[in-house]
């Protein structure tokens, strides 16, 4: 099963109002990312957040990550149709193998 | 600088035919990934490599997949005995160090017929 799950699959707003994602894995993490893919096109890493940080700002992006619920959440403020995008968190395992895996993604769609 | 590069773009195989997939990271990474992504689904992990390593090859889904990576640079996905489940696009990674941000190539879309 996927170790990063996230939370709802698909998400429709209007432009202007607050989108919220929401991602949980299951095992112990050195770091959570959160990737953007357009359509047809490639991943694009947004934001990377260590598990000792709490919160982390990146212009309209707002990671929050709580360790103790293995959960992050992706707020991405004052939408715009141009965030019209799959998201992707990407939960980095503490273990040995420092594997990277992603989850299967919240489809935002942003209405102008 | 030049980003993450993967060859051929598209590729279509005739059922039980082999396949190889390129990928050209940046330079200097010396982490290396290589993904699955199915229509409409997310990201499937393959493989990892740590310079010219794999630590970690639990998710090649047969062993009709290998991958190898040579001069801590390039690397070389294998299908063999293609089937038609295994079409998807193929997507390779690189990052500085492992649990850096991954830097993605455009993928090759493998179709077998």
Same mark, same amino acid.
């Given at each position: 099963?996927?170790?990063?799950?996230?939370?709802?699959?698909?998400?429709?707003?209007?432009?202007?109002?607050?989108?919220?994602?929401?991602? $949980?894995?299951?095992?112990?993490?050195?770091?959570?990312?959160?990737? #953007?893919?357009? $359509?047809?096109?490639?991943?694009?890493?947004?934001?990377?957040? #260590?598990?000792?940080? #709490?919160?982390?700002?990146?212009?309209?992006?707002?990671?929050?990550?709580?360790? @103790?619920?293995? $959960?992050?959440?992706?707020?991405?403020?004052? @939408?715009?149709?141009?965030?019209?995008?799959?998201?992707?968190?990407?939960?980095?395992?503490?273990?040995?193998?420092?594997?990277?895996?992603?989850?299967?993604?919240?489809?935002?769609?942003?209405?102008? | 600088?030049?980003?993450?590069?993967?060859?051929?773009?598209?590729?279509?195989?005739?059922?039980?035919?082999?396949?190889?997939? %390129?990928?050209?990271?940046?330079?200097?990474?010396?982490?290396?990934?290589?993904? %699955?992504?199915?229509?409409?689904?997310?990201?499937?992990? &393959?493989?990892?490599?740590?310079?010219?390593?794999?630590?970690?090859?639990?998710?090649?889904?047969?062993?009709?997949?290998?991958?190898?990576?040579?001069?801590?640079?390039?690397?070389? &996905?294998?299908?063999?005995?293609?089937?038609?489940?295994?079409?998807?696009?193929?997507?390779?990674?690189?990052?500085?160090?492992?649990?850096?941000?991954?830097?993605?190539?455009?993928?090759? %879309?493998?179709?077998?017929?």
């Amino acid at each position: 099963s996927q170790q990063g799950e996230e939370d709802p699959q698909a998400l429709s707003i209007q432009e202007g109002e607050n989108a919220t994602m929401n991602c $949980s894995y299951k095992t112990s993490i050195n770091n959570l990312q959160w990737y #953007r893919q357009n $359509s047809g096109r490639g991943l694009v890493h947004l934001i990377l957040i #260590r598990s000792n940080e #709490r919160e982390k700002h990146s212009g309209r992006l707002r990671v929050t990550l709580d360790t @103790s619920k293995k $959960s992050s959440s992706l707020l991405i403020t004052a @939408s715009r149709a141009a965030d019209t995008a799959s998201y992707f968190c990407a939960a980095g395992d503490s273990g040995g193998y420092q594997k990277v895996t992603f989850g299967t993604g919240t489809k935002l769609q942003v209405i102008p | 600088g030049a980003g993450v590069s993967q060859s051929p773009s598209n590729k279509v195989t005739e059922k039980g035919k082999d396949v190889e997939l %390129r990928c050209d990271p940046i330079s200097g990474h010396t982490a290396l990934y290589w993904y %699955r992504q199915s229509l409409g689904q997310g990201l499937e992990f &393959l493989i990892y490599f740590q310079g010219n390593s794999a630590p970690d090859k639990s998710g090649l889904p047969s062993d009709r997949f290998s991958a190898e990576r040579t001069g801590g640079s390039v690397s070389t &996905l294998t299908i063999q005995r293609t089937q038609q489940e295994d079409s998807a696009v193929y997507l390779c990674a690189s990052s500085q160090t492992p649990y850096y941000e991954q830097y993605f190539g455009p993928g090759t %879309r493998l179709t077998v017929t």
